[in-house]
């Protein structure tokens, strides 16, 4: 059967909930651990120990994740055409969605590549990290049953 035969029996469903899995979980994940990382709040608050039981914690890792959702649609949108159109090979993936990430970070000013001076690679490492881990472990069926 022809490769590209093959690549178009996925179904568009099993695409859009592979996609939601590593969507979903990506920006809750990696809101969680770069808040962790850097001890860092809604209120800058510093890490004793405790912070997981503030609430200010909890009401950054929500926007934090929230805004990495919406910042994130492209990349995903992009992403799927990928899937659909071009391969399935999931190291082939991970590594486009690196870039991904860095072309998101870059392009919404998150990165400050623009200002070198204010770089703090964390961001964009924890997410690609964290998207290539995922892509890597999450199965993609052919046909999403539910």
């Not at 590593?22 to 004793?48: H, K, Q, R």
């Not at 009401?59 to 959702?69: E, H, N, W």
């Not at 486009?96 to 490492?125: D, H, Q, R, W």
Request: aromatic share 14%; charged share 10%.
């Amino acid at each position: 059967m022809d490769k590209n035969l093959k690549l178009n029996l996925i179904s568009g469903n099993a695409i859009f909930f592979f996609l939601l899995k590593i969507w979903i979980l990506t920006n809750s994940i990696s809101a969680f651990l770069f808040l962790m990382v850097n001890d860092y709040g809604i209120n800058g608050i510093v890490n004793n120990g405790t912070i997981l039981f503030k609430e200010e914690f909890w009401q950054a890792v929500l926007f934090i994740a929230c805004m990495g959702l919406v910042y994130s649609i492209p990349a995903m949108l992009i992403l799927g055409l990928l899937i659909k159109l071009w391969t399935r090979n999931k190291v082939i993936l991970a590594f486009i969605s690196v870039f991904l990430v860095v072309g998101t970070f870059y392009c919404t000013g998150s990165m400050a590549l623009k200002n070198p001076e204010m770089y703090i690679p964390s961001p964009p490492i924890i997410y690609a990290g964290i998207i290539s881990i995922l892509i890597l472990i999450i199965k993609l069926d052919r046909k999403h049953t539910g």
